[in-house]
């Protein structure tokens, strides 16, 4: 077995990197900057840019693996809303364009995808409801998902995720918990909506979802996420007395009241059985991954 992992820089691929390393499983990384995780040998790391082509098709096939990890994206939501034609060229095109070479070689291809997929109006998703997406970045997930499920060639899995967060080495963003531990750990009072409801997945638990994909060969769409489903402002109150500091430090907001340009949706959240089943699948909650944080 060799897993070529793209966006090894970003949060997951990181996580993936550790668990090939640390599980002895032979590895290829790419990003599209330098290799920024000091735990990924230079040896294992090649630069580049997942929308150049004829560049990935020629090192997919100088760099024979038997499995694909895909988790490179265009991750701000609102960055895809503003710029929608890079969005869709990383998004779909480029995941489109890496699973025609994963068909040519005969690999097992996994796609990284999101809750964004949804509207939102009901929460608690399972693998079979239908998406709906609300945002470019939803829309561009849900069209390269539906690459996979469309075709002919089998031997691929897709891996819905929400809200990740975790530690990584100069990650190109901040995540929720980060930012909150940052902030409230500072006295500094924080603003968070009551009206989006998520399942933050932590990214060692994502990881491992996707390494058991992987080495059980499974095929079809598995839901991944964090085992409770909460609104953003009862995050930060959990986060708030996890480290004993005042609750009025979080002020409750609406989501109307932050004008972002990308819609999200309200309600997501999703069904774990499918994986807690046929995965082994069994998140950590909040306080069992704070102090890793
Ligand atoms: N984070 C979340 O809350 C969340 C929620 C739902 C779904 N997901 C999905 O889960 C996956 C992993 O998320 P993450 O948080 O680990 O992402 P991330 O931290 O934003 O990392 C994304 C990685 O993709 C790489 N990348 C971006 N554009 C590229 C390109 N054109 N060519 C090659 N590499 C490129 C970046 O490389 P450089 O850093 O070198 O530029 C970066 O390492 C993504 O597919 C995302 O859509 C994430």
């Known amino acids: 077995m060799k897993l070529l992992i793209t966006g090894s820089n970003g949060l997951l691929g990181q996580k993936l990197v550790a668990?090939?390393?640390?599980?002895?499983?032979?590895?290829?990384a790419i990003s599209s900057g330098d290799n920024r995780n000091p735990s990924c040998p230079e040896s294992n790391y090649a630069s580049i840019d997942i929308t150049d082509f004829n560049v990935v098709e020629k090192f997919i096939n100088e760099n024979p693996c038997t499995h694909i990890i895909h988790t490179a994206a265009m991750t701000n939501v609102d960055a895809c809303e503003l710029d929608p034609t890079t969005c869709y060229r990383v998004n779909h095109l480029a995941s489109n364009h890496l699973f025609e070479v994963a068909q040519a070689n005969q690999q097992h291809f996994t796609l990284l995808s999101t809750d964004f997929v949804f509207d939102g109006k009901t929460g608690n998703y399972s693998e079979t409801d239908l998406p709906n997406p609300l945002s470019v970045y939803g829309k561009s997930k849900w069209f390269a998902e539906q690459e996979l499920i469309n075709s002919t060639y089998t031997n691929w899995a897709i891996a819905r995720?929400?809200?990740?967060?975790?530690v990584g080495y100069s990650l190109n963003k901040s995540n929720i918990f980060s930012w909150l531990i940052n902030e409230l750990t500072q006295g500094k009072e924080v603003s968070l909506i009551t009206d989006h409801f998520r399942?933050?997945?932590?990214?060692?638990?994502?990881?491992?979802?996707?390494?058991?994909?992987?080495?059980?060969?499974?095929?079809?769409?598995?839901?991944l996420c964090g085992p409770e489903t909460l609104s953003i402002f009862e995050i930060g109150l959990r986060?708030?007395?996890?480290l004993h500091v005042s609750p009025s430090l979080i002020k409750p907001i609406d989501s109307n009241t932050?004008?972002?340009?990308?819609?999200?949706?309200?309600?997501?959240?999703?069904?774990?059985n499918k994986a807690k089943t046929e995965l082994g699948y069994e998140p950590h909650t909040i306080e069992q991954t704070l102090e890793f944080l």
């Open 19 to 28: 668990n090939c390393i640390a599980q002895q499983i032979d590895f290829q």
């Open 239 to 242: 986060v708030a007395k996890y």
């Open 161 to 166: 995720t929400i809200i990740v967060y975790g």
């Open 199 to 223: 399942a933050p997945t932590w990214a060692e638990d994502l990881a491992s979802g996707c390494m058991a994909m992987v080495r059980h060969q499974q095929t079809g769409i598995y839901h």
């Open 258 to 272: 932050l004008n972002q340009p990308a819609p999200r949706p309200p309600i997501t959240g999703f069904n774990l």
